[in-house]
């Protein structure tokens, strides 16, 4: 059984942390999906989640905005800071927490609205008091997609094509001032172009938002995270399997010259 060690924590290079993951298990009932893990998540910087299916990447992506929440037989146990404070705190309300903390899914989620609606949508529920035509503007344009909608910014979300859909999603996304965006698997519905284009946006993001995301594409993980946490699922004495974190490193090191033999297997395509 591999141990947690404590050098998995990593950041070290006076990064500012976001999130800090101490000692965290997490349940579905009486099914512990995930154990131990530990490390922290920095500001600014892409951190991709990388390992085989059901290592409980996308539930622990998803305890960053409580999303699991939402899941009545969630629960978890540790603790994650937010900016050193405790996200599972009984006063931190879980809505409040997702403004904060965005997300985009695996299938571009637009809601069937125009272009310009989708945008502004938060902003409205919320009594925004800013320019919305601005708030559309600036964030298509972070999105990289002005170019391609200011001239339709009233047709149907639907119109657009897969690709342009998802940095829609990723607009919408911003629009609502995040300080983190989380992206669980973005571009496994996109066509190779496509995904490029959202791995370019990530470059020009992680300026202004910390991202973290979960991907099964390798190569994509090396192309756009600083750092990758490689995580794996081991079978329990009761025959389910149980999450937990392997490594977690610069990303060049992950891929380049990992510590432990199971990431070097994964990395090279052996298993998983
Ligand atoms: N809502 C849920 N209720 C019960 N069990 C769940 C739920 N969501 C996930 N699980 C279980 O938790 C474990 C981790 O799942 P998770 O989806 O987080 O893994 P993953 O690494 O993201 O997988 P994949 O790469 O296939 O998306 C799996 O055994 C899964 O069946």
Redesign the pocket.
């Known amino acids: 059984m591999m141990e947690n060690m404590e050098q998995d924590k990593v950041p070290a290079e006076n990064l500012e942390t976001v999130f800090s993951v101490d000692h965290v298990d997490i349940f579905?009932?009486n099914?512990r999906?995930?154990r131990d893990v530990t490390f922290t998540i920095p500001k600014n910087k892409v951190t991709a989640f990388i390992?085989p299916?059901?290592?409980?990447?996308?539930?622990?992506l998803r305890c960053f905005n409580r999303l699991n929440d939402l899941?009545e037989?969630?629960s978890l146990k540790g603790k994650i800071n937010y900016h050193g404070q405790d996200l599972y705190a009984p006063d931190i309300d879980p809505i409040e927490v997702r403004k904060r903390i965005g997300m985009v899914f695996q299938k571009p989620n637009p809601f069937p609205k125009t272009i310009y609606d989708n945008i502004v949508y938060g902003a409205r529920v919320n009594n925004y008091k800013g320019d919305l035509d601005e708030l559309v503007e600036t964030s298509l344009r972070r999105a990289v997609l002005w170019d391609e909608v200011k001239d339709k910014l009233g047709e149907s979300g639907f119109s657009l094509s897969g690709g342009q859909q998802q940095r829609l999603c990723i607009a919408r996304t911003v629009a609502a001032q995040p300080e983190v965006v989380l992206m669980d698997?973005p571009c496994s519905a996109l066509d190779p172009i496509s995904t490029l284009k959202i791995e370019e946006l990530m470059h020009e993001l992680k300026e202004n938002y910390t991202i973290v995301i979960?991907t099964?594409n390798m190569q994509q993980a090396t192309r756009v995270a600083d750092y990758t946490a490689f995580?794996n699922a081991e079978a329990t004495d009761k025959g389910s399997?149980v999450?937990f974190l392997v490594e977690y490193d610069q990303t060049e090191n992950i891929f380049g010259n990992p510590k432990h033999q199971d990431t070097k297997d994964y990395v090279s395509g052996r298993f998983g």
């Open positions: 579905y009932g099914y999906a995930v390992g299916s059901g290592c409980g990447k996308s539930t622990i899941i037989i969630f698997e979960v099964h995580f399997k999450g």
